[in-house]
C-alpha cells in the first residue's frame, strides 16, 4: 500500500492500492477466483470509492453539516468519510466496517490523517442505530442483497432522529424514491467502473417513505 493525497480530496491522504501492492495474498482461500479462472476483486478498503469521495467533499465544503456532531460512518472501508468528518470538524465519528482487513487499514489511515476514529467491527444494521446524530453512508448500495439490509437500518435510524446522508455516483441499487438530491460533484470512481476519470457523483438525503 503507498500513503497517496485522495484525487479531489487533497486534505486527506489514504494508504491505496497500487500495482505493486500484493493485495491479493489478503483475499479469503475462497474467493480466490472461479472455475472460469477469473482474477478476484482487490479489497474494497484499499481503494477510494466515488460514493465516500462525493460524501468527504461535500463535508469538507459544508462543514457545519458534521460540526459539533456524533457521527456513524457506515460501511467505512477506508475510513475517507469518517476522516473528512473529524477534519471538518465533528466530535466523534464511529466507522463501521466488519472486514478485518478494512479495520486494520482504517486505523491506519486515521493515524496517517491525525484523527481518532471509534471502530465497530460488527454489522451495525442488525440492530438499533448507535447514540449519533448523523449517519454517512458512502457507496453502500452497490448490491441488492447489501442495499437490503441497508434500508431498513437508515429507516431505522429516521426513527430515532438521526439524519442521513448517502453518497453514490448512480449505481444500479440506489434507492431512488427515498433520495432527495443535495449536491453533485466530479470525483473518480477510482475503485473501478471506469479508473480516474473525475465523473458527477451525487450527495442524497434519505428521506421518510411517505407512501
Given at each position: 500500500m503507498?500513503?497517496?493525497p485522495v484525487p479531489s480530496l487533497p486534505e486527506i491522504r489514504l494508504y491505496l492500492a497500487h500495482p505493486g501492492s500484493g493485495l491479493r495474498r489478503l483475499l479469503e482461500p475462497?474467493?480466490?477466483?472461479?472455475?472460469?479462472?477469473?482474477?478476484?476483486?482487490?479489497?474494497?478498503?484499499?481503494y477510494a470509492w466515488a460514493g465516500g469521495a462525493?460524501?468527504?467533499?461535500?463535508?469538507?465544503?459544508?462543514?457545519?453539516?458534521?460540526?459539533?456532531?456524533?457521527?456513524?460512518d457506515l460501511g467505512a472501508g477506508s475510513?475517507?468519510?469518517?476522516i473528512a468528518?473529524?477534519?471538518?470538524?465533528?466530535?466523534?465519528?464511529?466507522a463501521a466496517e466488519v472486514d478485518r482487513?478494512?479495520?486494520a487499514a482504517l486505523r491506519l489511515n486515521a493515524e496517517a490523517n491525525g484523527v481518532a476514529i471509534k471502530i465497530c467491527d460488527e454489522d451495525v444494521t442488525a440492530g438499533p442505530p448507535p447514540a449519533v446524530d448523523l449517519v454517512l453512508a458512502g457507496d453502500v448500495f452497490y448490491a441488492q442483497d447489501v442495499g437490503q439490509r441497508m434500508v431498513p437500518f437508515l429507516d431505522r435510524c429516521l426513527a430515532a432522529g438521526i439524519g442521513v446522508l448517502v453518497g453514490?455516483?448512480?449505481?444500479?441499487?440506489l434507492p431512488r424514491a427515498r433520495l432527495c438530491l443535495l449536491?453533485?460533484?466530479q470525483v473518480p470512481d477510482v475503485g473501478g467502473n471506469g479508473g480516474g476519470e473525475p465523473k458527477p457523483s451525487a450527495v442524497f438525503a434519505f428521506v421518510p417513505d411517505n407512501r
Open positions: 503507498r500513503l497517496t475462497d474467493d480466490d477466483g472461479d472455475e472460469s479462472g477469473a482474477e478476484p476483486q482487490p479489497p474494497y478498503w484499499a462525493v460524501l468527504a467533499r461535500y463535508i469538507f465544503d459544508r462543514p457545519s453539516i458534521v460540526a459539533s456532531k456524533r457521527v456513524l475510513g475517507l468519510v469518517g468528518a473529524l477534519k471538518a470538524g465533528a466530535r466523534e465519528v464511529i482487513n478494512g479495520v453514490d455516483p448512480g449505481r444500479a441499487w449536491g453533485e460533484h
